[in-house]
């Protein structure tokens, strides 16, 4: 086994770009994919166990903490998590710390690509995508320097009511939104969506994507999507797409990815 133990949730890379950065400063590092279910739940024998992740409507990505429920620690392992949104870290790190309790926790901002809802490439404050992505990679490289040193968050992390409520909500928009996906004449039917897919919610018929309504709003399909032929509702149309520049839809797709 290897010395450290990322778990890692990314609907369009960003996380998992910040778990390789991480990774990298750390060396010996298996990330472990959470988008299914993980291929490694047992982690006892890692030195260092750490979760990056994304702020989804309040709260941890649908199945995340499901996930986390199967996973062993060893009592005495360091135990880390990185939380990256588009402004807020909602309950996410506070429900994992209830499950595994965290010795140091942080919050990073990044480029949101939920483009039903606000104009693309949203940040608060608002940056350029390139700028927020220099950020992101500092930022990375100062939790690594953290972790190497065993630094220990002091405050338990957040729980706001607002984003408890939000949160609440989320499966209903989640639902009302998987029935405005839709799939233009431009789709040539290469099926990277339908592998992407951490729901199996997509197939290729005729040619051609169809989607279904079991989704999870990773966005994964609509962000990678090579045509740009994956849309919610024709408000995303004329929307620019956004998936992390580092990041490519193969690597999403890869179950454990060790940097040495
Ligand atoms: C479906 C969806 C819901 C999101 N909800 C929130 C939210 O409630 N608050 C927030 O600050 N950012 C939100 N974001 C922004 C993401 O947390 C942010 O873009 C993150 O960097 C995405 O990571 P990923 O690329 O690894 O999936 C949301 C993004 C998506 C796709």
Redesign the pocket.
């Known amino acids: 086994m290897s010395e450290n133990i990322i778990f890692?949730?990314?609907?369009?890379?960003?996380?998992?770009?910040?778990a390789k950065n991480i990774a990298r400063e750390l060396g010996d590092t298996d990330i472990v994919m959470m988008r299914t279910a993980p291929e490694i739940t047992d982690a006892r024998g890692a030195k260092r166990v750490g979760f990056?992740?994304?702020?989804?409507?309040?709260?941890a990505?649908v199945d995340f903490l499901k996930y986390a429920e199967d996973i062993r620690v060893d009592a005495m392992a360091y135990k880390f998590a990185v939380?990256?949104?588009?402004?807020?870290?909602?309950t996410g790190l506070y429900e994992l710390n209830q499950r595994i309790p965290l010795d140091y926790w942080k919050s990073v901002?990044?480029?949101?690509?939920?483009?039903w809802?606000f104009p693309h490439q949203v940040?608060?404050p608002p940056m350029p995508a390139k700028l927020a992505q220099r950020l992101a990679e500092k930022q990375a490289k100062a939790i690594a320097a953290d972790v190497r040193k065993g630094a220990r968050t002091q405050k338990r992390p957040p729980r706001n009511p607002v984003?408890v409520a939000?949160?609440k909500a989320?499966p209903m928009l989640?639902k009302k939104h998987a029935e405005r996906f839709a799939v233009s004449d431009a789709c040539i039917g290469c099926g990277q969506c339908a592998k992407l897919c951490p729901r199996g919610n997509i197939r290729i018929e005729h040619g051609r994507a169809v989607i279904g309504t079991d989704c999870i709003?990773?966005?994964?399909c609509l962000q990678y999507c090579p045509q740009g032929a994956i849309s919610v509702g024709s408000v995303t149309d004329k929307r620019e797409h956004y998936?992390?520049p580092n990041?490519t839809a193969a690597e999403l797709m890869e179950k454990v990815i060790h940097i040495g």
């Open positions: 890692c949730w990314s609907g369009t890379g960003n996380c998992l770009d910040m990056v992740f994304p702020c989804h409507g309040g709260g990505p939380s990256q949104s588009a402004s807020y870290a909602g901002h990044h480029q949101c690509t939920c483009i809802l940040m608060v984003n939000e949160n989320w989640v709003q990773c966005l994964g998936h992390n990041i």
